[in-house]
């Protein structure tokens, strides 16, 4: 079976590996960028260099109108979806809770769980097999801030994954009759460009002495993770959770 899958927040780090992984893998791949078109259009570039099949598609997954064209232009264009990565994500500047605005959270929230949500449920729509699809797997990237809770950094964000990941337990039971596997990756201290974003580009360095490996991650050895959760080789495994990060 041919595997078809949309990894949203593709055009860098975690994504990117994946999407790179994926079609080494031979699946077909949908990349979903907000604003990055020239990093995403590179990765397809790459992609298409080594052989393999894949387009970019531009989508603000916060906007449920966007995401539902956007899967309609991935039936058009990839065929019917196998899987999806939910990995778009968003990480304001590092602030602690009194300087936490209800716009800055609802903007978190709107990306982190509803656009994840909408994407979940239009990649279910054609994955389940009450629908004529074959079933799949839904890999949600998390963080160990969900369990760690991000405090005096950035409690939002980490409460945005703490609601990804019990939308991960919630699918994976209701999906499951459907054929459709949902999971989550929790990465830790990953060298990705996201840190700069919080405003601390070398945060992990500032950290990984105090993690039991000692060492930060790779957006690769991340990605070797959700690639075997969308495989059939972790096909009875459902509503799990892997943690990337460094034993923290």
């Not at 995403?40 to 966007?66: M, W």
């Not at 994840?116 to 389940?128: G, N």
């Not at 790779?218 to 959700?226: D, F, G, H, L």
């Amino acid at each position: 079976m041919q595997h078809t899958t949309v990894i949203t927040g593709g055009s860098r780090g975690i994504g990117r590996a994946t999407a790179l992984l994926l079609a080494r893998e031979g699946h077909h791949v949908a990349i979903v960028y907000k604003s990055r078109q020239q990093e995403a259009e590179q990765t397809v570039s790459d992609i298409r260099a080594q052989g393999g099949t894949a387009i970019a598609l531009q989508a603000d997954i916060a906007d449920e109108a966007q995401v539902v064209a956007l899967f309609a232009a991935i039936d058009q264009q990839l065929g019917r979806l196998t899987g999806l990565v939910n990995n778009a994500g968003i990480l304001k500047t590092q602030a602690p809770l009194e300087q936490l605005t209800a716009a800055r959270i609802q903007e978190v929230f709107n990306t982190n769980v509803v656009g994840a949500f909408v994407c979940a449920r239009e990649a279910a729509k054609r994955m389940a097999k009450k629908h004529g699809g074959a079933g799949g797997a839904i890999v949600n990237v998390s963080s160990v801030a969900a369990r760690l809770g991000a405090a005096h950094e950035y409690v939002d964000y980490a409460a945005s994954k703490g609601a990804l990941d019990t939308m991960t337990r919630g699918l994976a039971v209701e999906l499951a009759a459907e054929g459709i596997r949902v999971n989550s990756v929790r990465p830790g201290f990953i060298y990705t460009d996201m840190h700069a974003d919080g405003g601390e580009a070398g945060r992990v360095d500032r950290i990984k002495t105090s993690l039991p490996m000692q060492r930060g991650g790779t957006a690769e050895e991340v990605a070797e993770s959700i690639a075997w959760l969308l495989s059939d080789k972790s096909s009875y495994v459902t509503g799990s959770f892997i943690e990337a990060a460094g034993g923290r």
